[in-house]
């Protein structure tokens, strides 16, 4: 197995640069990839202080950073050691630059927006972790999504994963014997998305949940007559009330959040052209 290095330089969260460092080693096999990541890099004191663990574990520089002058020092410093160093968003920024005509932002202007970025991403965890599983239904109008669906059919992690993108989420379980509340119907900010799973997987799910528990594996909660009758409630409701439906069955949570962003995308495209 191939070991390397990978540094990962930021001036703000790094959660970008992580992604593309996540996604391009995927595309390779067999490889132990050592991360170093270096969030909010702001000046040439901490900048001095990484390259000390670099030069000590050699691999590839990663780095977004927008400060001209730590740019220059880091990438000085990088070939003074002879180690490769990329810059990972430069090609797609020089290439929308010529498209657009534009330079991209200064340091400045790019830092207030990635400063707002994250503290949206704070507030909206913070306001997905108060509503989960139906909790706060009183003010979910200032949710920008709420997740419907029974037992087990990963409303929570999905909402967290949203919260992590920057979605304020909401979440509450269906069950036929205890209707959601009417607020429920009446949102008009928030999108509504129903979260549905096959009665075959979610009987797999709720048993695989209920012996992590240490609780007896055969209940009314995994009976399939059971199940069917409270999956074919949620899909009345979905149905009924107009909302989008997420099947989960063969969907990992990152792909049911963005085919869930995509859907909020294309409803706030469709808003505003209507406006």
Known sequence: MARIHLHLLSDSTGETLENIAKAAIGLFENVEAIRHFWPMVRSEVHLD?????????????????????????????????????VAALDSVADALSNILGQETRTRPGRKHILDEAYFARIEAIQFTIAHDDGVGHDNWEEADIVLAGVSRASKTPTSIYLANRGYKTANIPLVPESPPPRSLYALRHPMVVGLTVSPERLVQIRRNRLLSLNQAPETAYVDIDKVQDELAFARRLFADNGWPVIDMTRRSIEEAAAAIINLFNDRVLAEGDGA
């Open 49 to 85: 202080r990484i390259m000390e663990d670099i030069a000590a574990n050699p691999g590839l520089v990663l780095f977004t950073l927008t400060n001209h002058m730590l740019r220059r020092r880091l990438e000085t410093r990088c070939r003074a050691l002879g180690l490769p160093h």
